[in-house]
């Protein structure tokens, strides 16, 4: 049998990750179904309301929205009424649970997550510090990170590392290279948590093959050899042994999956220097 598809129209008066998030999370549960997504992002006046319903009228489907303006709220959802698509606002019952516990009504504005606060610049200025010490780049100052990978080539360093900065973490990531000597800094750090990545041979020299196909290398190399990967694999549980460094293994993780167990070590390691 083929996938069968349906249009999922995904409406905000902000940048719709939220929506697009919670939206994917859903469909993400129904195998062999596929959404058409429509994203409307920054929804804010009448006119683009009027350009956003012509297009689901248009194509009907699943309507998921999130407009704080009550207005704006109400014409999205009569005219879902009259097109036949079921619409709901994602945050209206968690407002309501908020509302009903706080005893206070929310005041309405668009994009408010958004705004430019200090966590806002964390996490900008996590993502610099992490550009900066991607692969082995300035190790001379990784006790200045509070995250540093470890990890053998195609353990998911880098975009491990990019996750971690959006959430304001600043992240080093250090290549095992066979035959290259580990920076002498990485022997120095107190204050950032060091964690050591992992795969198994098979994964790995999966990716790497990918790799080379893609720069149509030659894939007659070390690079790319199931021993020659395990070796390199077990070295670099031996040395995370030796420091006592957490281990990961990625091989079934996704990023995400990665980062939070990254998150949940930080959050342990940063409790002894509070402790301190």
Known sequence: MGRSYFHLHLVSDATGETLIAVARAAAAQYEGISAIEHVYPLVRSDSQLERVISEIEAAPGIVLYTLVEPDLAERLEAACGTSGSPCLSVLQPVLGLFQSYLGAASTARP???HVLNAEYFKRIDAMNF?????????AEDIEQADVVLVGVSRTSKTPTSIYLANRGIKTANIPLVPGLPLPPQLDEVRK?????LVASPERIVQIRQNRLLSLRADDASPYVDRDAVADEIAQSRRLFARNSWPVIDVTRRSIEETAAAIIDLYRDHRMKFIAI
């Not at 992490?130 to 300035?138: A, E, K, P």
């Open 111 to 113: 994009g408010a997550q």
């Open 130 to 138: 992490t550009l900066l010490h991607d692969d082995g780049q300035m």
């Open 192 to 196: 950032p948590l060091v964690v050591g």
